[in-house]
């Protein structure tokens, strides 16, 4: 068995209005077909064998608005990262949380079980040179991937399709000097993540577009955004191996209400698509639920 976890930055479950909510004014068709509702809070929680979504908090129990360096520190470790800091961590670990992070998260207890693992993520080919300048630090998804050893996938990657752009269809990259990527559609990135998800029994993708349109409060962006999310999601969706399953969910709101710049106190999604979608997340309230279960049903499948 495999997962596939798609991690997108910043989408809560907002209220039911399309003056404040991209997600209702704009509709995401994939969720509305695959749940028969649209991505807001007053959502039944719907679980079927092979088809889940649930609200879940990601406020852990601390005031204030969640951030996503002790959000997804909590989702890749399964710890309450923001009650062990006192607080809640914006964007980029530091020192103590990048240690939690390393010695904890979900990718490196799957290599110690001896399965493997990737970020299918591609990174610039001056990534660690941009660190070592501090110019740029690790998210917490990268601490998590070089914790295992890891090479991170960058040019070499993306020219043979074993790569796909945060942006995923390439737009951006020239922005950042790489002139070289032709842009794709969502759907033939889906296509490159499916693939690279049959060589590994764990693969993690990151999007953060979405976390960036909703602090700009900027609906053109948003109305992009949610298009290329849709072709996407339903392209893996629709090409997804039998023995895979497939992990969607966000470390705060944020997107979802965009009549405010900054992040929300709202529940974030987590939808399972696939095998064992069910029996993997049913249990699961908050975000410190996601790193157990997914090392639960991966080592149980290697018992067998
Ligand atoms: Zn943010």
Redesign the pocket.
Known sequence: MRVIVLFI??IGLGDNNSKTNPFIRFGFPVFEELFACSLQQDITPLLMPTKCIIPIDATLGIPGLP??ATGQAAILTGLNAAQIMGRHI??FPGPELAKLITENNVMKKLVDDGLTVTSANMYSPNYFELVAKRKRRHSAITLAALSTGMSLRSLPEIESGQAIYQDITNEMLPTFGIDTIPVIEPKEAASKLVNISRKYSFTIFEY?QT??A??KQNWAYARQIIKILNEFIETIYQTLPADTLLLITSD?G?FEDLSVK??TRNKVPLIALGVKAQTTISNITDLTGITPAIVEVLRKDESI
């Open positions: 930055d910043g951030q996503s914006q964007a953060f976390d960036r909703g602090h705060h944020n900054t992040h």
